[in-house]
T-cell receptor, first 115, second 113 residues
Framework: GAGVSQSPSNKVTEKGKDVELRCDPISGHTALYWYRQSLGQGLEFLIYFQGNSAPDKSGLPSDRFSAERTGGSVSTLTIQRTQQEDSAVYLC?????????????FGQGTRLTVV | AQSVTQPDIHITVSEGASLELRCNYSYGATPYLFWYVQSPGQGLQLLLKYFSGDTLVQGIKGFEAEFKRSQSSFNLRKPSVHWSDAAEYFCAVGEAAGNKLTFGGGTRVLVKP
């Protein structure tokens, strides 16, 4: 596609439920990132995928959070047993190559509301 | 650990006036510095970046930023703002060998007619 696509754009879920957020990166981009944007914490790095390498999970806030990237393309961020503090906008980004000298393109995000 | 501070949470500017957004960073080595803009309901768009060389960098939409190592700053400027510049602006620093960006808290810009 023309840009990074995220779905759903909005998700409302009940506390304790599991949710899956999807990211379709730009075709051919090998690096994929997830960030979280919340009122109290700003923009936080969550996880990074590069090719077939082991992902950098250093930003995941708890073991309720996990992510996969299948076939080096689509990625899914899963939050188990959601809590109200998980309410945020989850942003996905992709870049042609890893590293800060390659521009990362961001999707429009998924707004998650836990009620 | 690297960090980024944007001291101004909100800035209101009149259309046609100049704009300067402040950014201070903390990083041990030469930083990779970025400014992103986020319009309402949109993702982040890269305005400009600095890696090395000329400390004054030009970006899209008429924006420029100046890297000042002595002040650990990377302030964003625009000589004359347009109503369409109303948005939230984020400064970020990236590691030379790392895989993530560390963002500042953002500055929301309101443009008065």
């Amino acid at each position: 596609g023309a840009g990074v696509s995220q779905s759903p754009s909005n998700k409302v879920t009940e506390k304790g439920k599991d949710v899956e957020l999807r990211c379709d990166p730009i075709s051919g981009h090998t690096a994929l990132y997830w960030y979280r944007q919340s009122l109290g914490q700003g923009l936080e790095f969550l996880i990074y995928f590069q090719g077939n390498s082991a992902p950098d999970k250093s930003g995941l806030p708890s073991d309720r959070f996990s992510a996969e990237r299948t076939g080096g393309s689509v990625s899914t961020l899963t939050i188990q047993r959601t809590q109200q503090e998980d309410s945020a906008v989850y942003l996905c980004a992709s870049s042609l190559q890893p590293g800060p000298n390659t521009e990362a393109f961001f999707g429009q995000g998924t707004r998650l509301t836990v009620v | 650990a690297q960090s980024v501070t944007q001291p101004d949470i909100h800035i209101t500017v009149s259309e046609g006036a100049s704009l300067e957004l402040r950014c201070n960073y903390s990083y041990g080595a030469t930083p990779y510095l970025f400014w992103y803009v986020q319009s309402p309901g949109q993702g982040l768009q890269l305005l400009l970046k600095y890696f090395s060389g000329d400390t004054l960098v030009q970006g899209i939409k008429g924006f420029e930023a100046e890297f000042k190592r002595s002040q650990s700053s990377f302030n964003l400027r625009k000589p004359s703002v347009h109503w369409s510049d109303a948005a939230e602006y984020f400064c970020a620093v990236g590691e030379a060998a790392g895989n993530k960006l560390t963002f500042g808290g953002g500055t929301r810009v309101l443009v008065k007619p």
